[in-house]
């Protein structure tokens, strides 16, 4: 308990440096939480992207397919001029396809683009023949231009791929390859795009997600066909693509997590209400006791003493006793201040009680005590195991805490069974008859120091102590005096008929425990 309030007198004195920490620990979150965000969103586009890569190698595939299918059918004559307008028609559908050719004995005759070929152009041995029959020319040279590119025929007809007919893919930030790969003969036939990764890896023909730490790859082969397709997508773009996204999340992050701190702190500050803090001044044993010694004021011995509470706050602020039992006493927890008192009492004072039978500690109690089940166990459970006599702890009610009869009557007659002397503290400032008085059936009777206070002052009110301590000899009351401040007082009340017992400033301000015992010894 003590290490927690130290911990957060610590951080209440770093307010500042413990809301700027909070902020940039929730700004690299931020910063961390948006980079996983983006991560997570890229590698989504990514997938779309492989996804229209594979679509369009396909779809390049298909075509070359397709208008080799159309063009075998030779209209009329080859190379006629209906079977030139047969296969520029398939040219002009296609899209990939750059130019469609007829071919007879070895030789190219005619082309959508080149027209007819006179001599006709004898074509070189393919590059490869696959299984079902087309033959392959890697890096055809086109006739027109200096490019080169992939040119398949069958039987009678022959196409060449369009050159550019991946280019258009190229959206930023993301790099592409398409490669034709051979497992049988372990080679990479011809590639487009950026040469992403190594052969090997086409080979394998394996469709994997690499993150090569600076790029996310996606790698998917075509079952049936030559074809793999790589895309890729530079980590290090993709961060910088969504930097504001990043570095605002960041910020945000910072803002929202200092200010959090801080209204956190402003919240603690907040002074929280007196019974709370008393709640928690009672669970963390904040509370003091201190004893004012009650003397024989004939004899001048220590008969009793009276235990007070004390409250010195974690700011240092003393709380008169006074104050937090009545606030306590509204929010119906005075109960929990009565208990603590008890057993500290008994803790604390055991040994001089124990060493001195005769001697009493008194105790003040609050009208909620009468009829609270809760006091009446504290007192069975503490005094069990004391080796303390219940008649050596006295219990204080002032004349308020006894205004109603019903409870009171019984309730007095009760700690007396128990054992426990019932004081009536602060006497005559309620005004209690006289018939009442003796309904209520007390031990002792503490007259306010607002009587001691008149007495030397010729005021109206000394006038009535007297009769005080008439009826209180009449009645069998023994009576403390309470507030003896000066010797006038002293001996106005050492000399009454009655036989006082007085505690005040001229014979002692409350003790600590350890100096109440030095003040036994020498009264
Ligand atoms: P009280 O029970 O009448 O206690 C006597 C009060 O008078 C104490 O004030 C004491 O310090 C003060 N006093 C003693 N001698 C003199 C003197 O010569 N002159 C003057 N002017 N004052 C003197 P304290 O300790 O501030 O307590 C005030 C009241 O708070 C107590 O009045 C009592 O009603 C309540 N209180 C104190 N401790 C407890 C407690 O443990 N439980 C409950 N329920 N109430 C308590
Ligand atoms: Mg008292
Ligand atoms: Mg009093």
Redesign the pocket.
Known sequence: MKSMERAVRLLDRYAILVCLFAGLLAGALGVAGARTITLASASADLDRYATTLRARAEAINGETENALAAANLVKGIACGSSDLGHLRKIAFNARYIKDVGRITDGKLGCSSLLGILSPPFAIPPPDLTTGDGYQLWLQAGMLLTDKRALAVRTRNAGVMMDPSAYLDLVQQPFRYSVALVNSQSGRVLRSWGERLVGDSVLIARKDVSVDTGDDLMRITCSKDLFICTVAALSRGEAMAEHSVFIYGFGALGFLLGGLLSWIGFLLHRRPKPLTARLKHALQSNQLTLVF?PIVDLRSGRMVSA????RWVDHEGHAI???VF?SAAEENGT?GE??AY?VRHVVHIAGPLLRDHRELVIT????AADLSDPNFYAVLEQTFDASGIAREQIGL?L?ERSVARPDIAVSAIARLRALGHPVYL??FGTGYSSLAYLQDLNVDVI?LD?AFTNSVGTGSVTVSIVPQILEMATALGLRVVV????TDTQYSYFASAPNHCHG????ISR?LSYDRLVSFKAEH
Do not use: H, S
């Open positions: 004012q009276e235990a007070l509470v008169p006793p006074d039992v005075a201040i009565t008192v105790v003040n109690i609050v204080e002032t503290d602060d503490k120091r309470e507030g003896i401040e505690q005040g400033w001229v409350p």
